[in-house]
């Protein structure tokens, strides 16, 4: 014989206390698993929604594409094809982790389409021993890279008179994958320095609500996503001195497989 909540709770009047009481965990139970329900259909109901859009921009950007290959338009044909993968990566790809090579594979999409803003006012560089080739092969979560790249060129060498350069630094310790994105802009003043690692020093769950009250900084949220993922022994650090540039080194565990990212939690 079944029982809804509802017909749970028309019997409990007759029952002994203690019987009450257990019923009582067992409606609240059922509750929560018909709350979690809704909930996972709301969820893949969102899903779907939200599979619609990038495949509708992707299309417009393939047409837009084929348009200016027919005009013989070739910048604005890669262009759009650059927009496309880069799209393409940061929306569709739900893998949390992804490898390094895939990050920086997405760093030089990004690139690309920046080189068409500001022409040759920008490069990048990107560095690591040949025998430290393995690296490409970490594990870190995606879009690590480019929000503190995007940083680098509109609030460092944006600012700056005439070109500058990016670098993309790899090393490693034996337990410790260490990435320095350097760049060559404006830098900062030591005040403006300090906040920003203090800042970066906070505690997760502050540091969050931080960013909220002040709308948002991106390598701020991308400090907390690693916190969050590895602890609180790693994330990031950002150097910097005026009119030389800033140097901001992320600090990872060296992982290569999804199980050593268990092991870690366990």
């Known amino acids: 014989m079944g029982y809804t ?14 019987i009450e009481e257990l019923i009582k965990v067992l409606i609240h139970l059922v509750e929560s698993e018909q709350l979690l329900n809704a909930n996972k259909r709301q969820a893949q109901y969102l899903a779907l929604q939200n599979q619609i859009n990038p495949h509708f921009l992707y299309n417009t950007l393939d047409s837009i594409r084929s348009e200016a290959m027919l005009e013989g338009n070739d910048v604005v044909a890669e262009m759009t094809e650059a927009l496309a993968t880069f799209f ?23 690139f690309l389409i920046q080189k ?17 080739e393995f690296l490409l092969r970490c594990l870190l979560p995606k879009l690590t890279l480019q929000p503190v790249v995007e940083n680098s060129i509109i609030h460092g060498i ?20 260490i990435i320095e994105i350097n760049d060559d802009g404006v830098g900062m003043r030591p005040e403006v320095l300090e906040k920003l690692n203090n800042q970066l020093n906070q505690p997760v769950f502050e540091s969050i609500q931080l960013s909220k009250n002040k709308g948002g900084i991106a390598i701020m949220n991308v400090n907390n996503r690693i916190h969050l993922i590895y602890g609180e022994e790693y994330g990031m650090t950002v150097y910097s001195t005026p ?14 497989s999804e199980r050593q990212l268990e092991n870690m939690k366990e």
């Open 116 to 132: 068409h803003r500001f022409e040759e006012r920008i490069n990048l560089e990107i560095e690591y021993d040949k025998e430290d």
């Open 158 to 177: 944006e600012r700056k008179i005439g070109s500058g350069t990016i670098k993309i630094v790899l090393k490693c310790t034996e337990k410790r994958l």
């Open 5 to 18: 909540s509802a017909g749970i709770k028309e019997e409990t009047c007759m029952l002994s206390p203690g």
């Open 243 to 256: 009119d030389v540039g800033t140097d901001t080194v992320i600090n990872l565990p060296l992982i290569t």
């Open 88 to 110: 393409r990566y940061t929306i569709s790809k739900v893998e949390n982790m992804v490898t390094l090579e895939e990050e920086l594979d997405n760093i030089k999409v990004y």
